[in-house]
């Protein structure tokens, strides 16, 4: 079972629901039992229920610290190295275009 949210309007107002369904066509057919054929104002859509993200120790937040700086650091390094190799092609290509001339 999943579960859909969908607008359906209650005495004039449109209100966010939400119910168990094995589809949208079955979370569809549920709310038009409940509330009635012409009350869906939306299409249920399925909701993702995301789980609860866990407190860090503060040394394991020490160490997720220090990973995340050690994957900045070789990304920096990437770069520069990049860096480097450009402005060398960019030195031999105008080397070559000054033996050229």
């Known amino acids: 079972m999943n579960k ?13 629901t939400a119910v168990f369904a094995d589809s949208p066509i079955h979370a569809r057919l549920i709310l038009q039992y409940q509330f009635g054929m012409d009350s869906i ?3 249920p859509t399925a909701i993702n229920e995301v789980a609860a993200i866990k407190t860090l120790t503060p040394d394991q937040q020490r ?3 220090m990973r995340n700086r050690v994957k900045q ?3 920096a390094v ?20 000054q033996i050229q001339s």
């Open 4 to 16: 859909y949210q969908a607008s359906v309007r209650v005495k004039g107002q449109s209100v966010k």
């Open 41 to 43: 104002v939306s299409y």
């Open 73 to 75: 650091d070789q990304a």
């Open 78 to 97: 990437k770069a520069e190295r990049a860096r480097k190799k450009i402005k060398a092609g960019q030195e031999q290509l105008a080397q070559s275009n």
């Open 63 to 65: 160490i997720k610290s």
